[in-house]
């Protein structure tokens, strides 16, 4: 590829990428892409908590150092954790250290126990979109909500589940993370592809 090509495809990607290697790769394989995976998504939630007021690339960084310090997101290992527990994660310099988030972490981790029981928490998060990707249309990023009256909803129902540090604006990250919404600009080379990815979805 061409250093011209190779500019001219950076610069279609969705503007918030930049050109670091970590981050182009995250939003070239992993943003938007669909998961149903109920640990997977447990992460992404987590993750997602504790970027609130950082950049995600910061997080991105971290991310080998917050599965390391949380027991590769075992939630039922995290559910059962304590002070100590608490006390060794804001030791690590492996991840963000803060007490809130941490401690949120660990009471998300008892709700996903009791809610993966029953309905289970992908099944829980895609009964919200009728199991397929909101596919939406955007052609600049400034364009995109950072809330939803949907991402509201959800927030309201996983606090009543007993989730904490899942505000509408994270759970709206959360769901363009998780695919559960189509975000990549429509000149976005990954945008056609994301869409393909979403009528998979509707045929399962």
Same mark, same amino acid.
């Given at each position: 590829?061409?250093?011209?090509?190779?500019?001219? %495809?950076?610069?279609?990607?969705?503007?918030?990428?930049?050109?670091?290697? =970590?981050?182009? +790769?995250?939003?070239?394989? !992993?943003?938007?892409?669909?998961?149903?995976?109920?640990?997977?998504? /447990?992460?992404?939630?987590? @993750?997602?908590?504790?970027?609130?007021?950082?950049?995600?690339?910061? *997080?991105?960084?971290?991310?080998?150092?917050?599965?390391?310090?949380?027991?590769? /997101?075992?939630?039922?290992? *995290?559910?059962?954790?304590? #002070?100590? +527990?608490?006390?060794?994660?804001?030791?690590?310099? $492996?991840?963000?250290?803060?007490?809130?988030? &941490?401690?949120?972490? &660990?009471?998300?981790?008892?709700?996903?126990?009791? @809610?993966?029981?029953?309905?289970?928490?992908?099944? /829980? =998060?895609?009964? /919200?979109?009728? $199991?397929?990707?909101?596919?939406?249309?955007?052609?600049? &990023?400034? #364009? *995109?909500?950072? !809330?939803?009256?949907?991402?509201?909803?959800?927030?309201?129902?996983?606090?009543?589940?007993?989730? %904490?540090?899942?505000?509408?604006? %994270?759970?709206?990250?959360?769901?363009?993370?998780?695919?559960?919404?189509?975000?990549?600009?429509? +000149?976005?080379?990954?945008? !056609?592809?994301?869409?393909? =990815?979403?009528?998979?979805?509707?045929?399962?």
């Amino acid at each position: 590829m061409s250093e011209k090509t190779m500019v001219r %495809t950076m610069a279609e990607r969705c503007g918030w990428v930049g050109q670091d290697p =970590l981050y182009v +790769d995250y939003h070239d394989t !992993e943003w938007g892409v669909p998961q149903h995976d109920s640990r997977v998504l /447990f992460e992404t939630l987590v @993750l997602e908590s504790f970027q609130s007021g950082l950049s995600w690339l910061t *997080i991105l960084k971290k991310r080998e150092g917050f599965r390391k310090a949380f027991a590769g /997101f075992d939630a039922e290992a *995290i559910a059962g954790w304590g #002070d100590s +527990d608490v006390a060794r994660l804001l030791a690590d310099p $492996g991840i963000v250290r803060h007490r809130g988030k &941490i401690r949120a972490t &660990i009471a998300n981790a008892k709700a996903w126990v009791a @809610l993966e029981r029953d309905p289970g928490f992908s099944a /829980f =998060l895609w009964n /919200f979109v009728d $199991g397929s990707p909101l596919q939406n249309r955007f052609t600049a &990023i400034a #364009d *995109i909500p950072s !809330e939803t009256p949907l991402s509201k909803q959800i927030s309201s129902e996983l606090k009543k589940r007993g989730f %904490t540090f899942c505000g509408p604006k %994270t759970v709206y990250a959360f769901m363009q993370a998780a695919g559960m919404v189509n975000d990549h600009v429509v +000149d976005c080379p990954c945008y !056609e592809r994301t869409v393909s =990815l979403g009528r998979e979805c509707k045929s399962q």
